[in-house]
């Protein structure tokens, strides 16, 4: 057990060093940017796009700041907007789709996925299902009743306190990285030892046969779904390693999970913005489906056409 344990540990401080690489240096460059003039034309950019999915200009401010900096920060500006329950709706699924795009997005891109691909389905999925909500839902004009949640932010005045604050978050970032990924690689090692993630692939061999996955995808969809999109890449990274999880699979998986991740925390986080959160669930966890029975199902086609031109 021993063994097993100091394997799982040189396993997580290894791929949370391969991760941490990555998410350091984004989240410092992102961190940094929030303080310049940036955001702020982005913000400018899209604001008169937002009337085409039923969202006022200002929409675009928690928009711009949940995709370049996080969920926290989207809903944040949320709070301090005047909307309805649909136009609070519209802004959780949109941002429950496409959030901290430039860090997840890079650590997809570390796994295999390619870059471009990974950004057009996530901003693909926000806009689509906010264009769809605001066409369907003829209801939630009401003006959301946001509950009680901490938006306070220190004013910083100099460059080197927003550095040393940016270093910092960057190094919180780290730290949080490690207190997940590194138990959660002990956990996969002693189960592997055990021969129980084997009997759990079996048991998920449904589920992954119908979205077009093997058996050996099964703990990176688990820990994607449990853990969010960042620390799932970190079981995919070792699965392809270990297990021969192939190309096309970690290319479904990560469809999926684009769509649908970190399925506990990221939806109670909308809780206090009014809205009903079960729905919003809904529509997460039936688009992943979709979407990645759709890619599957195109996938093998592609692949027996060329087969057959081959021939």
């Known amino acids: 057990m021993l063994e097993t344990i100091k394997k799982g540990l040189d396993v997580g401080v290894k791929t949370t060093w391969t991760l941490g690489k990555i998410i350091f240096p984004v989240t410092l460059i992102v961190s940094l940017l929030q303080h310049t003039p940036i955001l702020q034309w982005l913000i400018k950019l899209v604001a008169p796009l937002m009337g085409w999915i039923g969202l006022p200009g200002d929409a675009a401010i928690p928009l711009v700041l949940g995709n370049f900096l996080n969920l926290y920060a989207g809903i944040g500006a949320i709070l301090t907007l005047h909307l309805t329950v649909k136009e609070v709706l519209i802004l959780a699924v949109m941002l429950s789709f496409s959030h901290n795009l430039l860090v997840e997005v890079t650590v997809a891109g570390k796994v295999g996925v390619n870059v471009v691909l990974a950004v057009a389905v996530r901003v693909s999925l926000a806009i ?75 048991w998920m061999a449904p589920v992954t046969k119908v979205l077009g996955m093997k058996e050996n995808t099964s703990m990176t969809l688990a820990a994607g779904l449990l853990f969010g999109l960042a620390y799932g890449a970190g079981v995919m990274i070792q699965a392809v390693k270990e297990d021969g999880v192939s190309k096309k699979d970690v290319t479904l998986a990560f469809l999926f999970l684009s769509a649908c991740h970190a399925v506990v925390e990221d939806t109670l986080l909308f809780v206090p913005l009014g809205i009903p959160v079960w729905p919003l669930l809904l529509i997460r966890l039936t688009t992943a489906i979709i979407l990645t029975v759709a890619a599957s199902f195109t996938w093998n086609r592609i692949v027996q056409t060329r087969r057959k031109e081959a021939v």
């Open 128 to 202: 689509v299902s906010a264009f769809f909500i605001h066409l369907a839902w003829q209801g939630g004009n009401d003006i959301a009743q946001y509950g009680f949640i901490s938006n306070s932010g220190e004013q910083l005045t100099s460059w080197s306190d927003v550095i040393l604050a940016g270093v910092q978050k960057a190094f919180v970032g780290i730290v949080q990285l490690a207190m997940i990924v590194i138990p959660l690689m002990v956990g996969i090692q002693v189960l592997k030892d055990l021969k129980w993630l084997d009997v759990f692939s079996r």
